[in-house]
């Protein structure tokens, strides 16, 4: 069966630090996958979409990997703040298909 | 962004009421919506696919009798949970498609006492 999996365990990292958050899937096709952001008690807000055919996708501080051969995406936050303390989905998907969730990781970034 | 709405933000109802949940596509058709339940420290799980005009699809487990959804319109999606009961309670996440991406509502806790 299809399985997405994160870093149960809570990423504490030292403000300004690089932040890497890790997304493996096993039996799974994505033609893309997508990172979200969720803050405790509210909906997922969409982050980076990237396609099986891009390497690496970069956004202001963000910036994700897509490995289709290792079956794996890094996201990763530079310079990180305390703000960007957040549990943090990914979500892969082939085009059609019902968007599905990692079980998300936790990231605290502390001053 | 496109922007999805939710109302209400919470609700608190008695066992064996039946509550109705609202989701909005604020500026943008949605064709297709989503609708997520999410129980404490877990991830979201995917309950049903809206399709404006048509029914619902549930996913496996879900009973479509208790957990009844209507898409009328495509900005409209809406979520009726009938004879709710505490085991019910949860946060529950409704979502619409744009493209490739899909955005989320800000979610609607529900408690039943």
């Known amino acids: 069966s299809q399985k997405i999996e994160q870093n149960s365990e809570a990423l504490n990292i030292q403000e300004g630090k690089t932040a890497t958050l890790t997304c493996n899937y096993t039996n799974y096709s994505p033609a893309y996958l997508q990172w979200y952001r969720q803050d405790p008690g509210r909906g997922p807000v969409f982050l980076l979409l990237i396609r099986e055919n891009e390497k690496e996708k970069r956004k202001e501080r963000l910036k994700v990997t897509f490995d289709t051969t290792l079956k794996q995406s890094l996201f990763h936050i530079t310079a990180s703040q305390p703000a960007d303390s957040a549990t943090y989905l990914c979500a892969p998907r082939s085009s059609g298909d019902k968007l599905t969730f990692g079980t998300g990781t936790r990231l605290a970034v502390r001053p | 962004g496109a922007v999805v709405s939710q109302h209400p933000s919470w609700v608190i109802c008695k066992s064996g009421t039946s509550v109705k949940i609202e989701c909005r596509s604020l500026?943008?058709?949605?064709?297709?919506m989503f609708w997520y339940r999410q129980f404490p420290k877990q991830s979201l799980m995917l309950m049903a696919t809206s399709n404006e005009g048509s029914k619902a699809t549930y996913e496996q487990g879900v009973e479509k009798d208790k957990f009844l959804i209507n898409h009328a319109s495509l900005t409209l999606s809406t979520l009726t949970v009938t004879s709710a009961h505490p085991e019910d309670s949860s946060f529950y996440i409704c979502?619409?498609?744009?493209?490739?991406?899909?955005?989320f509502g800000p979610g609607t806790r529900l408690t039943v006492l």
């Open positions: 500026d943008f058709q949605a064709t297709t």
């Open positions: 979502s619409a498609s744009l493209g490739d991406e899909q955005f």
